[in-house]
């Protein structure tokens, strides 16, 4: 598996930005999708998850914030981000897993000006 993250950037406070991941290789082996970000000084942490069973779950900061989604058509899972807080800032990174192994994208930069 595969996992390419695109679409980070800088942004102000109260604004959007939506963050994608095209997803290749053993596509079926794949259990859930998710975010993952880290901030500077902090340990990764879970943003959401997409289950195959199409189940979300959302990290209590994020949750009427942000919206996570899948593109069958397209092999991507997107992450909309919107009423961005400085607090959001961080590396964002797209994860995959499977029955026993986990995948990781290379990280996307997020900031977000007050």
């Known amino acids: 598996v595969q996992l390419q993250a695109s679409g980070g950037g800088l942004v102000q406070a109260g604004g959007s930005l939506r963050l994608s991941c095209a997803v290749s290789?053993?596509?079926?082996?794949?259990?859930?999708m998710g975010w993952y970000r880290q901030a500077p000084g902090n340990q990764r942490e879970l943003v959401a998850v997409?289950?195959?069973?199409?189940?979300?779950n959302y990290a209590d900061s994020v949750k009427g914030r942000f919206t996570i989604s899948r593109d069958n058509a397209k092999n991507t899972v997107d992450l909309q981000m919107s009423s961005l807080e400085p607090e959001d800032t961080g590396v964002y990174y797209c994860?995959?897993?499977?029955?026993?192994?986990?995948?990781w994208g290379q990280g996307t930069q997020v900031t977000v000006s007050s």
């Open positions: 994860n995959a897993g499977t029955l026993g192994v986990t995948y």
């Open positions: 290789g053993s596509i079926s082996r794949i259990v859930t």
């Open positions: 997409l289950a195959r069973t199409g189940r979300t």
